[in-house]
Each structure stands twice: as C-alpha cells, then as structure tokens.
Nanobody, 121 residues
Framework: VQLQASGGGLVQPGGSLRLSCAAS????????MGWYRQAPGKQRDMVAI???????DYADSVKGRFTISRDNAKNAVYLQMDSLNPEDTAVYYCAAGLFSQTVVVGTVRYWGQGTLVTVSS
C-alpha cells in the first residue's frame, strides 16, 4: 500500500488546515487509515483513526477540534484541523493498518511521507 499525503503548511493560531491522504495498492490488506504526528524531540503519536466502517478514535488533545473522514470510493482519508494552536506543530503522517472494529487498538502496517504543519504567528 502506498500513501500520498498533502495539505500541510504554515497557519496562525486559531486557524484551520485540511490534510488529505490517498491510498493505492493492495488496499484490502488494511481496514483502517488515519493520521499520526511527531513533534521535534518527541515520539510519534496517534492523532485520529477511521475504519472502513466509519468508527473513529481521536487523541484526547484534538477531540472537538479535529475531524477525520474518509472517501472509500477514492481510498482517501482527510483530517480537518480547526482551532489550531502551536502545540499542534508537528510532522503529520498518514497511516494504514489493521485495527479492531472500534479502532481503539491496532497496528500500523504502512506509512506515508510526512507533511509539516506549523502553527505560528
């Protein structure tokens, strides 16, 4: 599976950005897609995951501000990020893998290239 992410950039605090990720290849080998992020000097953490059936899970730090969605026909996943703050600055990675039905637990099998999101005035 190949993942192509896009949509990062520089945004002011309080602003919005939308990330997109298109998947190609053996899509049947995964059942969920999502986004992780890695800030400088920190580990890579889950941001949001969505299953083909529509189950979602979010990191507590983004609940109420970020929304993950997907277009199964296009094998694409999106992350709408609102009310961004400097703590959201990180490289965001698209991911695909095998997750439980409610996507609470799972394993990422494929990573896309990162896209940098910088929140700064």
């Amino acid at each position: 599976v190949q993942l192509q992410a896009s949509g990062g950039g520089l945004v002011q605090p309080g602003g919005s950005l939308r990330l997109s990720c298109a998947a190609s290849g053996n899509i049947s080998s995964v059942n969920a897609m999502g986004w992780y992020r890695q800030a400088p000097g920190k580990q890579r953490d889950m941001v949001a995951i969505i299953s083909y059936g529509g189950y979602t899970d979010y990191a507590d730090s983004v609940k109420g501000r970020f929304t993950i969605s997907r277009d199964n026909a296009k094998n694409a996943v999106y992350l709408q990020m609102d009310s961004l703050n400097p703590e959201d600055t990180a490289v965001y990675y698209c991911a695909a893998g095998l997750f439980s039905q409610t996507v609470v637990v799972g394993t990422v099998r494929y990573w896309g290239q990162g896209t940098l999101v910088t929140v700064s005035s």
